[in-house]
């Protein structure tokens, strides 16, 4: 596999670029070194960016996050959500999975991010009470590190056979160095246990389009880059979109942030994944 040391490569190759977030743009806490001078230098070279998460919030929540951190605004399209496409699939309630679903909800998660069933449901304190659960991923009462702290409520949420919707697929984030659990893990655990899930975002090739459209440019002028071959690059290759591994993040955590050319192919592989090549950091 080829490894690129940054993007200048790429930006003679391709005109619009949907990049991941977290473990690509940021660690959580702060912007990775050369992340905004690559960005200034992509836009200037006439890129068009769209960013694409899996974030369980609304896409102006994203936004000013990355405004926060030190994204400029006028650099980039747009950032698309998982938690906004949440939203849109229950606005427009098409999709047979989600028109089912009744009035009331059991949130699973921080109560920030509800605002993306922020439709007329009704959320309600318990399993119980519920004709289904959003999950938007560990709350900070029993936090992000141990998945049996949640258990008793996926028990009470699977005996009254509840369908639940993931706001991101993602099973585990490097936040700070520390390797956290995201609502995919918890989702992941529903369905061991013969729970219904619909996870919403990244590798559904269904996301995508919400990229691609803001865009504006035919699939072959437009490169995805991501962290997670479960999530990034597996949803890229089903969408028929070229891409990048980023060799941050999830990839940085398992040690293979410095890995060589074999290492890699042989890692891609097993992922059942073929991205085109490996980018050291999102830098010129």
């Given amino acids: 596999m080829r490894i690129l040391d940054g993007v200048a490569e790429l930006a003679r190759r391709y005109r619009g670029f949907i990049l991941d977030i977290w473990g690509v743009v940021h660690d959580g806490h702060a912007l990775f070194p050369g992340v905004a001078d690559a960005l200034a230098r992509l836009h200037g070279a006439g890129a068009r960016i769209v960013f694409l998460t899996n974030a369980p919030r609304r896409s102006s929540v994203v936004e000013a996050q990355l405004t926060r951190l030190g994204v400029d605004r006028a650099h980039y399209v747009t950032a698309m959500s998982s938690g906004e496409i949440t939203w849109r699939l229950l606005r427009d309630r098409t999709r047979p999975y989600v028109a089912a679903l009744g009035p009331r909800v059991h949130a699973i998660g921080i109560h920030g991010d509800l605002s993306v069933a922020d439709l007329g449901f009704t959320v309600v304190t318990s399993p119980e009470e519920a004709d289904w659960v959003l999950n938007t991923g560990p709350d900070p009462e029993r936090g992000r590190l141990d998945l049996t702290r949640y258990q ?57 389009p919400h990229a691609l459209e803001p865009l504006a440019l035919p699939k072959d002028a437009v490169v995805a880059i991501g962290d997670s071959p479960h999530t990034d690059l597996a949803g890229a290759q089903a969408a028929g979109l070229d891409a990048i591994w980023a060799l941050g993040g999830l990839a940085a955590e398992e040690g293979l942030g410095t890995a060589d050319s074999e290492t890699l192919a042989a890692r891609a592989l097993a992922e059942g994944v073929a991205p085109l090549a490996a980018l050291r950091a999102l830098r010129w």
């Fill in 152 to 208: 008793p409520e996926l028990d009470a949420c699977r005996a009254r056979d509840l369908p639940m919707i993931c706001v991101n697929p993602d099973r585990r984030v490097v936040s700070g160095g520390r390797l956290l659990l995201c609502a995919g893990a918890l989702s992941e655990r529903y369905a061991e246990m013969g729970g219904r899930t619909l996870e919403v975002g990244k590798p559904d090739p269904a996301t995508y």
